[in-house]
Nanobody
């Protein structure tokens, strides 16, 4: 199993980035892909999730209206489009895979429910 993130970098406040998560080694259609972020000394924060079985999306309040998550099943890829970035969005961003079952929508931002993780990609928002 592999989850590989890319697309991070340095961007000015108000700018945009698109993160990519490419998955392999499991049945992509049976899983949700979530995006989490972490800054040193803090817990990993769930910010967005795409359920492939239900084609549903989830967003944390901190990113709602600014971030958009999409999934391209043909390529086993999930994108996170991040707009109007703020300095507080600076973090290492991780994607993870969550097996989707009845009730999983309650756990989309619970990192303990995820089966696998990528290595992370750094996003820095600074002028």
């Amino acid at each position: 199993v592999q989850l590989v993130e890319s697309g991070g970098g340095l961007v000015q406040p108000g700018g945009s980035l698109r993160l990519t998560c490419v998955a392999s080694g499991f049945t992509f259609d049976d899983y949700a892909i979530g995006w989490f972020r972490q800054v040193p000394g803090k817990e990993r924060e769930g910010i967005s999730c795409y359920s492939n079985p239900e084609d549903s999306t989830f967003y944390a309040d901190s990113v709602k209206g600014r971030f958009t998550i999409t999934s391209v099943r043909a390529n086993n890829t999930v994108f996170l489009e991040m707009n109007n970035l703020k300095p507080e969005d600076t973090a290492v961003y991780y994607c993870g895979a969550l097996y989707w079952a009845y009730g999983s929508d309650y756990y989309v931002f619970d990192e303990g429910q995820y089966d696998w993780w990528g290595q992370g990609t750094q996003v820095t928002v600074s002028s």
